[in-house]
């Protein structure tokens, strides 16, 4: 019979660190492929774990409350008879950063590893030439960055040199491209500094136990009652987005894209459909999530992301829906949107939400989006822009529907308008192709019939 | 007894050691290097080099028996096998030849003899020309592998006979079992086909040249099969007796009997009679365990080629010679990337390969995509008449990193560089396909698998 080693699944491309919530199994319990062993909280989401071997949970490693980085073994599961002492004690010890580990391995590599010597030279293990070029290089503060637990990206974002060409390998680019990670924030450690695959992986990879700011007391007694301010520690997710925001933001050039909607027949149309006994209520976003569905697929150059030598363009449409919570921002993705009715998406983009600010999406269902629509319309926003979330190439940002005063044929008159901004990367596309498919959304709510067949 | 001093003694001089003995003296190191047979070691003498001088004579041999398929009409000709070893010989003493000027051009002392481990600086040699010790700040040991056999079976190199007796003896049997199926086993095979013997091949693996990819060793079998030698894979031998004609080779599948038996069962490596195990050199599964450094457990005490593990390739041994040498010179030589290193086989078809074979990245869990192109499409290889045999290129799915590249057909252990410079350089599918290749050249066929693994092959 196999043991199963049970490790922090990586249940996101952002996620590094994982808390179990609660263990819904405990050890000696008998478990089956498939069963939830346990609730992980990630920097995205509260996700189920499943059980992939069968046989009995002997133990537990990291027990509820606990994080642990992605890859630790925080569980065995395995025959009672069964002798777990070698699974335990492949156990990697916890809270050291993989990433970093491997980076520094290789590092170690060039190191004499001779035991020490002697100092009077020249013995033998000693370099015979000046001991000078034998020293090893200093650490590099990007690779030993993540040893203290801190993502090598962020870390070095202030030291690094974000201009001119950045020296990296074909992989290495393509890697960076696929992973949202920024070449110019890295360190390389290939032949003259050039940047490799290593390096990509360990800053992908790089598992932190990100420090939180504890809040701290105020250390001098404050003049006038009351706190002029307070810091409060950033929620897994806060800290997250923080992270990823800047390597989206600084190297994925944006570029906008602003037009009016005007959705007084889309707004008709919806509370007709609305009033219909046993039909799903469907909200104005079901219809954006709709009408963008469609015009992705007629416009493939804006649902593609950007791959360092080339373009992936996707043909089919996974929109990613924004949901706000409380502390930050969640975006499950609605697959396949272009392949689903109105009715479809209302009832799945519903539950979706809900289950979201539930914090009980699955991990599949927060990865893989082509393309997203973050929705503001229900703070009464005008307009506003979004930051695109690579490798993703485009966002939609929805503003309300206001009433406005609209001059038309019948002279002066009340009009529905919304305002839809696109943020577009500029390495996917430009302002035609941009403007071209926002057009085709426009139509598509301002003639909603088309959004039914 | 006369003592020397140097910076570095090299002990062996085959392919590890003369390469290290150079690089040590290009930095500036005094160096001795001791050799108890020819310098040059086992592969300028009696591996690599005369081995590829009989295969060429094979393939000659071959494109006589095809003249007429060239419009060429021969009158008959006679292959003489005593002729192509006494050539094979020539070559490879013009090859040792070369390895003495290196030496005399960079200062290298050679000194003949037996060299032994004494101490970490110490090593004592048992000369033909009398005894010396030399003393060194830095010993590397390069004393390469000699062939196994099979328990019981000992090989008396007249009837039972391993790649030693092989590259020597002037005799061509009229039939003989290779037992092993590696690069050293088909070779042979190749060889002795031409000229005529029946050759019969046993492999206990159930494929021919069983670390390749297995399309690789299918092409193989039919490119055997067509030249009549017989091939039973998956077999035990359980004796090598006298009898019959020569040889009764005894297997779980039935006896064969032939002339002569061939042991290409695999290398062990030389670490007896060292001097290693007063010193505490540690060893591994039979070889000695370096650092990537290649030192030893014993500090000053390094190691290089076939006796600190496989790959068994002398082009292996040379870059740990330069990784060694460097790091005795106080540079930080970088590491050799072992997923790295080609693999060459010198049969009919060639056979190279790098990196990972299509089942070995499945089973690291690699999502791949796979490029294959027959050279029956290649230009060249039809201009040549030669068409046996395919490029296989296995990539990451996602990424298109180049994860291995497996040929087999005519001129593979050339164009196999391609891909190993892309690896090297971390290309991935893109820029091999961007890279404007000559035609018509073998090296489309390249071109022509990335391209494939890609989706876009043009002439297929
Ligand atoms: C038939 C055959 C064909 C091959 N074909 C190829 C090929 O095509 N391509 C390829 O890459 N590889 C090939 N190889 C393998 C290749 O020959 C070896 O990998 C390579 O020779 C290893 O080099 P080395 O320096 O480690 O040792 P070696 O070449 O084995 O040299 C070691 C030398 O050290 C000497 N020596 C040993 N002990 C002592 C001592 N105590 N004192 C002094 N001298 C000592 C030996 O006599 C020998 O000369 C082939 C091998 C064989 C047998």
Redesign the pocket.
Known sequence: MAITKVVMPKLSEAMETGKIIKWLKKEGDRVQGGDILAEIETDKADVEMEAFGAGVLRKILVSAGEKAPVGTLIGVIAEPAEDIAAALASAPAPAVAAGAGAASSARKDTRPEAAPVPPTAPAPGQPLRPAVVSTPAPAVPAVSAGAVGIPAPALTASTAVATGRVKASPLAKKIAAQTGVDLRLIRGTGPGGRIIRRDVEAATVTVATAPVTVAAAPVTAPIVPGVEYEDRPLSQIRAAIARRMPLSKAPVPHFYVTSEVAMDRAWELREELNALEGQPKISVNDFVVRACALALLKHPGVNASFQGESIRVWHRAHIGIAVALEDGLITPVLRDSHAKSLAQIAVEARDLAERARARKLRATELSGATFSISNLGMYDVTEFSAIINPPEGAILAVGSVRRVAVVDDAGLGVGRRMALTLSCDHRVMDGAMGARFLQDVKRLLEEPLRLLV | MATRNVDVAV???????YVAAIRCAQLGLSVAA?????P????L????IP??ALLRNAEVVNLFERAAEFGIRLAGFEANYAEAIQRSRRVADRMSKGVEFLFRKNKITLVP????LKSRDTVEVAGTGGNETIQAKAVIL????E?KSLPGVPIDEKTVIS?NG??RSERSPKSIVVIGAG??GV??ADVYAAYGAQVTILEALPRLVPIEDEEVSKELARAFRRRSIEMKTGVKVASVTPGGPGVIVETDAGKVEAEQALMAVG?GA?VT??GLEALSVRLDRGFVRVSPRMETSVPGVYA????VGPP??????MAE?VVAAEAIAGRSPRPLDYGNVPA???CRPQIASVGLTEAKAREAGREVSIGKFPFTANGKAVALGDTEGFVKVVADKASGEILGVHIVGPEATEIIHEFAVGRTLEATLEEIIHTIHAHPTLSEAALEATLGALGQAIHI
Do not use: Q
């Open positions: 002990v062996g001089t085959g392919p590890g050691g001791v050799e108890d047979d020819r040059g070691g086992v592969c003498n009696w591996g690599c081995t590829k003899g037996r060299g032994v390069a004393t390469g592998s062939p790649s092989a590259v690069a050293v070779e042979f290398r030389k009679g060292l290089i080629g076939d006796m068994l390739l002398a082009h292996k041994a010679g060459c086989t010198y």
